[in-house]
C-alpha cells in the first residue's frame, strides 16, 4: 500500500519537474508561468496592452500567411476544374450565342434596362454617400470557434477604428469591434455568445436585445410579455445604446423568436467599418 | 547519408509543426456548415499522443508556445490555452511514468481524464477571471467529438510514429 503511495508520488513529481534533453523546462515552471501571463492580461496592467498589441499584429500576419495554402487550394482545384469543363461550356456558349443573335431587342426589354440601369445608378449614390463615413477592410482571419465568434480585419488604430465601432457587409450590421491593435482589429461577431445589441422590429416598433446564441441565429430577449415573435418581420438596430445608428439591418425574424441574419457569417471577406461613432466605449 | 538525415530530421518535426501550424493558421476542426455541434479538438489529441509516446518529439516548452498563439488567434486571454494544454501534458507524462505498455483501450481512457481537467481549467479560468463567456454545452459536445475521435487520429499517428522509429533504427 505505502509502496504503491510512493510509486505515486514520484511519479507525480517526476511529472511536473523532470526535465531532460528535449524538455528544457520543468511543467510546473511553465505552469507559473502561463498563470501570471493569464492574470497579468486578464486585469489589464499597463504595460500589457502596447505588448498585446504587437503580439497580436505579428501572430495575425503570420496567421495569414501559413492560411494562405488553405484559401490557395480550393481555388486552384476550382480553376482545374473549370479548365476540364472549358471546353464543353465553349460549346453551349455558342450555341447561346447564335441564339442571341437571332433575337431582337424589344422595346420592353430596352424599358426595363433602363429602369435597372436607373436603380443601380440611384442605389451607387447612395453607396457612395455611405461609404463617406466609413472604412473598408479586408477579413485576415476568421478561424471559426466553437467557443467564440470573431473576425480579425486589417485596420486597427492606425485607420481611426475604435473599440464598439459597428461593422457592416454591405449594409446590413455583422458586429462590432471589441479590440484594437495598430494594424488590426478584432470584431464580435452578432451571434457570439457575448454579443448583445439593442434592436426594434414590427409595426409597432417593438424593442428588444438580440443575443448571440453561439450557433447560427442569434435569439431576441427581453421582449414585451407574452409577445409572440412571428415569422418574417425585418429587425433593425434599435440605436438605444448609442453605439450603434439606429435602422441598420440584422435579418428577419424565425417563429422560434430567433432571426436569421442576412449576412452569412463565415462568408464574408470584406467589411465596413462605421467611423461615425468617434465615442470611446469601456468595455 | 546527409539527406536522408535531413528527411528524418523532418519527420521528427512533424507533430511539432502539426501543432504550431494548427494554432496558427485558419485551419479549424470546426464543421458547423456540416453539423452544427460538430467540432473537436486536433490540438490536444496531439499533444496527449506525443508526449506519451515520444515526449522528445513534442518539449512542454513548444506546447507553452503553441497555447499562447492559440490565444491570439482565437481571442482568449493570454495563457488560458497554454495553461489547458499543460494540464493534458501532464496527465500525459505522468501516464508514461506509471505505465509500461499500454494499448488504444488505456490510452483512451487516460485521455479523458486529459481533457476533462484541461476544460475545466478553461472553463473555471475563463467564466471566474474573464468577461468572456462560453457555452459549456459547447464545450461538452467538443470534448464529447475529441473523445470520440481520438482512436482514429490514435491509428494515425501510431503509424507515424513506427515510420519515425523505423527511421532511426535505419
Redesign the interface.
Same mark, same amino acid.
Given at each position: 500500500m505505502s509502496s504503491s503511495r510512493d510509486?505515486?508520488g +514520484? *511519479?507525480?513529481r517526476? #511529472? %511536473?519537474l /523532470?526535465r @531532460? *534533453? *528535449? /524538455?528544457?523546462? !520543468?511543467?510546473v515552471f511553465?505552469?507559473i %508561468? #502561463?498563470?501570471? +501571463? =493569464?492574470? %497579468?492580461?486578464?486585469y489589464g496592467f499597463g504595460f500589457m496592452k502596447p505588448v498585446?498589441s504587437i503580439?497580436?499584429d505579428g +501572430? &495575425?500576419r503570420?496567421?495569414l500567411l *501559413?492560411?494562405s495554402p488553405?484559401?490557395f487550394i480550393p481555388k486552384a482545384t476550382e480553376s482545374v476544374t473549370n479548365l476540364l469543363n472549358i471546353k464543353s461550356e465553349n460549346e453551349k456558349l455558342k450555341k447561346a450565342l447564335e441564339v442571341y443573335r437571332q433575337k431582337e431587342l424589344s422595346v420592353e426589354y430596352l424599358t426595363n434596362q433602363n429602369k435597372n440601369l436607373r436603380k443601380i445608378l440611384e442605389s451607387d449614390e447612395t453607396l457612395f454617400q455611405f461609404q463617406s463615413n466609413t472604412i473598408l477592410s479586408k477579413v485576415l +482571419?476568421?478561424?471559426? !470557434?466553437? &467557443?467564440?465568434k470573431?473576425i480579425i480585419i486589417n485596420r486597427g488604430s492606425k485607420s481611426g477604428i475604435l473599440k464598439g465601432m459597428p461593422v457592416l457587409d454591405k449594409e446590413y450590421l455583422v458586429g462590432r469591434v471589441v479590440?484594437t491593435n495598430y494594424l488590426s482589429s478584432?470584431v464580435l461577431l452578432l451571434n457570439d %455568445?457575448?454579443s448583445r445589441i439593442p434592436v426594434t422590429f414590427g409595426e409597432d416598433g417593438v424593442q428588444a436585445i438580440l443575443k448571440g446564441s @453561439?450557433? !447560427?441565429k442569434p435569439v431576441l430577449e427581453y421582449l414585451p410579455e407574452g409577445y409572440v415573435v412571428e415569422e418574417g418581420i425585418e429587425v433593425f438596430t434599435s440605436g438605444k445604446d448609442r453605439i450603434f445608428l439606429p435602422g441598420s439591418p440584422i435579418g428577419i425574424t424565425t417563429e422560434k423568436g430567433q432571426v436569421k441574419l442576412f449576412s452569412e457569417s463565415?462568408q464574408l471577406s470584406f467589411v465596413k467599418v462605421d467611423l461615425a461613432k468617434q465615442n470611446k466605449e469601456v =468595455? | 547519408m546527409s539527406k536522408f538525415n535531413t528527411i528524418s530530421k523532418v519527420i521528427n518535426l512533424g507533430p511539432l509543426i502539426l501543432l504550431y501550424y494548427l494554432s496558427v493558421s485558419e485551419i479549424d476542426s470546426h464543421f458547423e456548415n456540416y453539423f452544427e455541434i460538430l467540432s473537436f479538438n486536433i490540438q490536444l489529441i496531439i499533444i496527449y499522443f506525443w508526449v506519451s509516446k515520444r515526449p522528445e518529439a513534442l518539449g512542454n516548452g513548444h506546447v507553452f508556445f503553441a497555447g499562447l498563439i492559440n490565444d491570439v488567434v482565437i481571442g482568449f486571454p493570454l495563457g488560458l490555452s497554454s495553461l489547458s494544454y499543460l494540464a493534458v501534458s501532464f496527465v500525459a507524462t505522468y501516464v508514461k511514468n506509471m505505465t509500461v505498455n499500454t494499448r488504444i483501450t488505456t490510452d483512451w481512457f487516460t485521455f479523458f481524464i486529459a481533457i476533462f481537467f484541461s476544460n475545466v481549467i478553461f472553463f473555471v479560468l475563463l467564466t471566474n477571471f474573464s468577461e468572456t463567456t462560453v457555452s459549456i454545452t459547447e464545450m461538452s459536445y467538443n470534448t464529447f467529438f475529441t473523445l470520440l475521435f481520438f482512436p482514429f487520429f490514435w491509428f494515425i499517428f501510431t503509424y507515424y510514429n513506427s515510420i519515425i522509429t523505423t527511421g532511426k533504427n535505419a
Open positions: 510509486d505515486f +514520484i *511519479a507525480f517526476s #511529472a %511536473l /523532470q @531532460g *534533453a *528535449a /524538455q528544457k523546462f !520543468s511543467l511553465l505552469i %508561468l #502561463a498563470s501570471i +501571463i =493569464f492574470f %497579468l492580461d486578464v498585446r503580439v497580436n +501572430i &495575425y503570420v496567421s *501559413a492560411s488553405s484559401r +482571419i476568421d478561424k471559426s !470557434s466553437p &467557443y467564440l470573431s479590440e478584432r %455568445l457575448n @453561439g450557433g !447560427s463565415s =468595455f | -
